[in-house]
């Protein structure tokens, strides 16, 4: 059957349901590049304003997903589960989860991407560690998730791979912000890499780039419905991104931080969202093991080695931060109401640890510490932030960012948790 | 000042007005190519969905005024008025209106189109007579309109040049049908073209792109504060298409129909309709003549004879209908209740008159007689449309295109004219 981009455009456009058709013959024909960049983005905006449809989702991304290979992760002696995360600042949470719920008994493939903006990246954290690599094939994939239960790697370019195309267009087209686009492009990759269990962690707050509960929660039951019409397992947490998750924000401080939550230790927040996750997971492959002990007794960092020796890192070096140092302190004294996980994202980036464009290189040692958390007393001349960059300019940079960060008032501030809300089917 | 093509698009698309200086960066940016054309698909989508408001688009069309060049009508010895119909089946209007007024004393800068789809284009028909060339120079354009008073040629490439960027964008993306872009186009090129009042002539119903009342007056109200606020004294007539205008629907044919008009006869719609474009005209510019008598006594095709010989074209040449010829006959006795304007459209083209693409070239004498207008009492086997077409592969597609298009019932319709309304400032 033949179809028209014009008519597929104009169908979304005055509201109605695209059928099955026009959906496959629309992504397969600009696949081929004869549905233009132009027509796509035109379609890609109509779908902005007036969504999709259940059925339409389902096949668009089962479209996005038959545009490449799928990883098979059958015959392995463990059932898999994934984790993703929609973005966050200081969520080094993959390096301690993969290693941690593999140490439980399940294998996690988490196939991941780099830092854009004022989020980082888990690929651009694990780089500072010299040696690793980030690219394997799918062969040692399977390798690795057999003898070590966990990967972290590089999304292979083989994976839905419609979904590069769409995003760039997306990127300068101001289409982005579409729950169902956001939702096929996620799910395309997670259901393409073959895991048998997905947990979803929706980031909501000033730090995040969906900003209001109810459009988390959107977000969330769309995906959550698109993973299990698709026959993999998914759950999806709410959690809070208004201020920074621990306190390191910067690619080699927060591997040194996550070591630290995989030796036990760590900040109670980074601990407390991981092991909640990580039992999210657990169950959803029916593992009954308490990951506190796995943390507790060394066997989650013992995994976390071998992962990280598996892909020619060496766990035993030492991670420093950059060179030029500085410190921002309180000008009045009073209780720490804000952190602006924004702005300290944004400070991060500036500082070197993060990039405007994917091309870009990133500093290993540059970022920040976070001193203070929102509730904490401060007294004036104390310190709030540590800043480290490669250079003076790149520090001066971040200092500027940091300006107005972190706000102190007379009262103490509610907290909420990071916690938020369950999503499941 | 600096902009970015994803900040116009995502203030457009989250339902805000574009301010003067983003909306001359990105059509300038977008002449330069600086602007991608996936980028302004998706700006024109979010304007398909948003509109805009008055100041916006004034700004808009004085950027694409601003594209290229600007003809100057001053200087002339008569006042400037022109008319244009948003499309229309058999619209052959300009070829009788132009000579007519020139005749009561104006002059008439038709600065005209070709067809496309259903809808004919009075360059096209033109083109019917042999010799008669479409392109003027600008110089050529003020000679004629000194000497003649009325000129109908190719509006030149030079005004408002961005309009065909974004016509041909537009129509490949599903964003022709919006108000505002609609109304920018037409009004850019007729403000830029210099004249010095306009009647619009809004079709609506079955054979226009514009089917309800409401809509048409929409446009109409947009296009006349466009031209108002550009200093053209601006009135639409909201007409009815329903069924084609006059009987003739083809190029030679609707000069020929046209001809009958200019020396006192032809079909009344046809006159009627001429008639009460040519009051509003002289109206505009002031002029106290009853433009009836000018059709009656000769005068209008006395300057429509000297209109084709300045242009090169034989006033006199016989125009002959294709040579492959059939009819369709009635297959029951009553009252014809519905002549489609549409469906005799495309047959028309089926038979060869129109074209798909612009390339295309059309052929001469090929199209419908209408032998009946709604409200006519016929009998079974009576001739209901002659069929002209330069072979039988044309005529057969043409016959199969006319299927159904007029109905016989029982009752008389109810007729509601063609003049509906009369929109001013």
Redesign the interface.
Known sequence: MSFS??DV??TK?DGSALSDGQITWVLEAYQRGEV???????????V??RGMADRELRTWTDCMIASGETLNLGGLSRPSVDKHSTGGVGDKISLILAPLVAACGACVPQLSGRGLGHTGGTLDKLESIPGWRAALTNDEIRTQLESVGAVICAAGAGLAPIDRRLYA?R?????VESIPLISSSIMSKKIAEGTHALVLDVKVGRGAFIKTIERARELASTMVALGESHGVATVARLTAMDQPLGRAVGNALEVVESVDVLRGGGPSDVRDLTLALAREMLGLVGIDVDPAVKLDDGSAYDVYRSMIQAQGGDPDAVLTPAPIHDVITADTSGFVTVVDALGVGVAAWRLGAGRARKEDPVSAGAGVICLVREGDRVEVGEPLFELYADDDEHLARGREALRGAATIGDDVPVSIGILLERITK
Chains 1, 2 share one sequence.
């Open positions: 981009a014009v455009i104009t456009r233009a960049e132009e027509q796509m983005s035109a379609l890609l905006m109509a902005f304003f267009l990127d300068v087209t101001g289409t």
